[in-house]
T-cell receptor, first 111, second 116 residues
Framework: GQQVMQIPQYQHVQEGEDFTTYCNSS?????IQWYKQRPGGHPVFLIQ?????EVKKQKRLTFQFGEAKKNSSLHITATQTTDVGTYFC???????????FGDGTTLTVKP | EPEVTQTPSHQVTQMGQEVILRCVPI?????FYWYRQILGQKVEFLVS????????KSEIFDDQFSVERPDGSNFTLKIRSTKLEDSAMYFC??????????????FGNGTRLTVT
């Protein structure tokens, strides 16, 4: 079946350090979305990437979609304590009704 | 901003009992989903629902599970005979379209189901 892998599972950083999470799909995606889940909360949509090689920025967050539309990354520059949570990618495959979530990367930030 | 609402927030039930988890999706949305998340693990797809029928379901969504849209606003997930391994957070989600260039999933706050 369609699988979406995400690494690392956990990342502990000192406040101010950078953070990156990587997402890989076993098959080509029509688009990829990124969600953030705060501890005890629900996933909240961050961004969607559709085009091959697309790069989008939201303040300190940079999202990339690979040329083959099978991988993606989220990079946070100069992490803050408010960045803590689990970041999920969710891949959407053409003709599929669902989004397939990656395993998530849980980020903790030490002040 | 409109949101997806789920009730109850926490449900405790005994093994073998039936439970119904309720959701009110965002009113102009067309596609509805149930996902579940076992504590500390990934968000797993259960079922998608469009035009009053199931459009896709996962291996998890076996004969013990059913979904219904009994009226114009509610979307329910029923587990007929709960098992211990059904304990998880169940999220309802909706989106307003389902084509390439897809729209975001809007999640509810979830129902934490505990089966004892």
């Amino acid at each position: 079946g369609q699988q979406v892998m995400q690494i690392p599972q956990y990342q502990h950083v000192q406040e101010g350090e950078d953070f990156t999470t990587y997402c890989n799909s076993s098959t080509t995606l029509s688009n990829i979305q990124w969600y953030k889940q705060r501890p005890g909360g629900h996933p909240v949509f961050l961004i969607q990437l559709v085009k091959s090689g697309e790069v989008k920025k939201q303040k300190r967050l940079t999202f990339q979609f690979g040329e083959a539309k099978k991988n993606s990354s989220l990079h946070i520059t100069a992490t803050q304590t408010t960045d803590v949570g689990t970041y999920f990618c969710a891949g959407h495959h053409t003709n599929a009704g669902k989004s397939t979530f990656g395993d998530g990367t849980t980020l903790t930030v030490k002040p | 901003e409109p949101e997806v609402t789920q009730t109850p927030s926490h449900q405790v039930t005994q093994m073998g009992q039936e439970v119904i988890l309720r959701c009110v999706p965002i009113s102009n949305h067309l596609y509805f989903y149930w996902y579940r998340q076992i504590l500390g693990q990934k968000v797993e797809f259960l079922v998608s629902f469009y035009n009053n029928e199931i459009s896709e379901k996962s291996e998890i969504f076996d004969d013990q599970f059913s979904v219904e849209r009994p009226d114009g606003s509610n979307f329910t997930l029923k587990i007929r005979s709960t098992k211990l391994e059904d304990s998880a957070m169940y999220f309802c989600a909706s989106r307003d379209r389902n084509i390439p260039g897809d729209s975001p999933l809007h999640f509810g706050n979830g129902t934490r189901l505990t089966v004892t």
